[in-house]
């Protein structure tokens, strides 16, 4: 992965001296990217490379490194934009960037709302890594084969629609007093599970010229293992330790989350429990208190036991499909590695 480690901090650093280019108060932008832009997971970059591998025979073809480091603007920028939407306070370990800002904001008391300050340049640093991710995509796809360069464009355009639709529905499902499973279930798919694991692999799988069988195995393969991913992150979100997360738990609570973890739990509630998720989730004043009664009856109904059975399953139906792929053992084992930290993490 230092490869594209290498060549995200060269795309931020390039554009970071445009920015200050302009004029040198734009240099704490620049730097609050640059840092946030060195952190994480790198999960799907990492699909993607090897996707892209099994697909040329176990090498890594023209092209590779530039996409892996687009998926990661692109992913830099939902974050960005989701805590904002989420009012987040903390990611990977660090302040915001809207939280950062609006800190600076009154660190140094200036004028205004230091709040709407610091949404409004983390929309903006948003905005800019999503631009960055395409120019990305564009010069790695260019001087490819046109069939190629059109399969990879034209994944990478349903990835950016169809995350951005999961988002909307997200924050739509928020305003809502109940959810179904089903409805929890297309959020988590579109949001998360296909741009997480299905559409960086399969972007991969192009660029390698992977033929239609091998990328619908790969869509097969993203799609459980991308499912029991967003309920492990669903799961960490609420019962997960905040100093090995890095976020607050209380971050999914407040927002009123409509998770399937919660369409669980409200299906299976009594009418008391009932009325302790009505009381605090997406409640902006919840307490330490109304967190952990939410927590005791995501326990209680089984909702936390049902859907650990449910990555359990999935998991297992993933490490199935890989072992059929028809690429190369270092390629299986690399993904079955891939799939077991994504399901299995802590944070």
Same mark, same amino acid.
């Given at each position: 992965?230092?490869?594209?480690?290498?060549?995200?901090?060269?795309?931020?650093?390039?554009?970071?001296?445009?920015?200050?280019?302009?004029?040198? +108060?734009?240099?704490?932008?620049?730097?609050?990217?640059?840092?946030?832009?060195?952190?994480?997971?790198?999960?799907?970059?990492?699909?993607?490379?090897?996707?892209?591998?099994?697909?040329? +025979?176990?090498?890594?073809?023209?092209? &590779?490194?530039?996409?892996?480091?687009?998926?990661?603007?692109?992913?830099?920028?939902?974050?960005?934009?989701?805590?904002?939407?989420?009012?987040? @306070?903390?990611?990977?370990?660090?302040?915001?960037?809207?939280? *950062?800002?609006?800190?600076?904001?009154?660190? *140094?008391?200036?004028?205004?709302?230091?709040?709407?300050?610091?949404?409004?340049?983390?929309?903006?640093?948003?905005? $800019?890594?999503?631009?960055?991710?395409?120019?990305?995509?564009?010069?790695?796809?260019?001087?490819?084969?046109?069939?190629?360069?059109?399969?990879?464009?034209?994944?990478?355009?349903?990835?950016?629609? %169809?995350?951005?639709?999961?988002?909307?529905?997200?924050? @739509?499902?928020?305003?809502?007093?109940?959810?179904?499973?089903?409805?929890?279930?297309?959020?988590?798919?579109?949001?998360?599970?296909?741009?997480?694991?299905? *559409?960086?692999?399969?972007?991969?799988?192009?660029?390698?010229?992977?033929?239609?069988?091998?990328? &619908? &195995?790969?869509?097969?393969?993203?799609?459980?293992?991308?499912?029991?991913?967003?309920?492990?992150?669903?799961?960490?979100?609420?019962?997960?330790?905040?100093?090995?997360?890095?976020?607050?738990?209380?971050?999914?609570?407040?927002?009123?989350?409509?998770?399937? $973890?919660?369409?669980?739990?409200?299906?299976?509630?009594?009418?008391?429990?009932?009325?302790?998720?009505?009381?605090?989730?997406?409640?902006?004043?919840?307490?330490?208190?109304?967190?952990?009664?939410?927590?005791?009856?995501?326990?209680?109904?089984?909702?936390?036991?049902?859907? %650990?059975?449910?990555?359990?399953? $999935?998991?297992? %139906?993933?490490?199935?499909?890989?072992?059929?792929?028809?690429?190369?053992?270092?390629?299986?084992?690399?993904?079955?590695?891939?799939? &077991?930290?994504?399901?299995?993490?802590?944070?």
């Amino acid at each position: 992965m230092n490869c594209v480690e290498v060549a995200l901090r060269e795309q931020i650093a390039a554009h970071a001296s445009v920015l200050t280019g302009v004029h040198g +108060d734009l240099s704490t932008l620049a730097s609050a990217l640059e840092r946030a832009g060195s952190r994480g997971k790198r999960l799907r970059a990492s699909f993607c490379l090897w996707g892209a591998r099994g697909a040329a +025979d176990g090498e890594l073809p023209s092209g &590779a490194v530039e996409t892996a480091a687009a998926i990661e603007l692109f992913h830099l920028a939902a974050l960005v934009h989701d805590d904002v939407m989420d009012h987040s @306070d903390h990611r990977r370990g660090l302040p915001t960037v809207h939280r *950062h800002f609006a800190d600076e904001h009154r660190r *140094h008391a200036r004028s205004g709302d230091a709040d709407a300050y610091g949404e409004a340049v983390a929309i903006l640093a948003g905005d $800019l890594c999503l631009t960055w991710s395409d120019d990305v995509l564009h010069d790695a796809v260019t001087g490819l084969g046109r069939p190629t360069r059109d399969i990879v464009r034209r994944i990478w355009s349903t990835m950016r629609d %169809e995350a951005i639709a999961g988002q909307y529905l997200d924050v @739509d499902g928020q305003t809502r007093v109940t959810t179904s499973a089903a409805r929890a279930r297309v959020v988590l798919r579109f949001k998360s599970a296909k741009y997480t694991i299905s *559409h960086p692999l399969r972007l991969g799988g192009a660029l390698g010229g992977a033929p239609a069988d091998l990328l &619908a &195995a790969y869509d097969a393969i993203g799609l459980t293992a991308g499912e029991a991913f967003q309920l492990r992150d669903d799961v960490l979100g609420v019962l997960g330790d905040p100093a090995v997360t890095g976020k607050p738990a209380i971050d999914d609570i407040r927002e009123g989350k409509r998770t399937l $973890l919660v369409a669980l739990a409200e299906n299976q509630a009594t009418t008391t429990q009932r009325r302790i998720l009505a009381d605090n989730l997406g409640n902006p004043e919840v307490t330490d208190d109304g967190v952990r009664a939410v927590c005791d009856v995501l326990r209680d109904t089984g909702a936390v036991l049902a859907v %650990e059975n449910r990555i359990g399953h $999935l998991a297992d %139906e993933a490490a199935a499909r890989i072992d059929t792929l028809p690429v190369d053992h270092l390629t299986r084992s690399a993904l079955g590695s891939l799939v &077991a930290r994504c399901v299995w993490r802590a944070a």
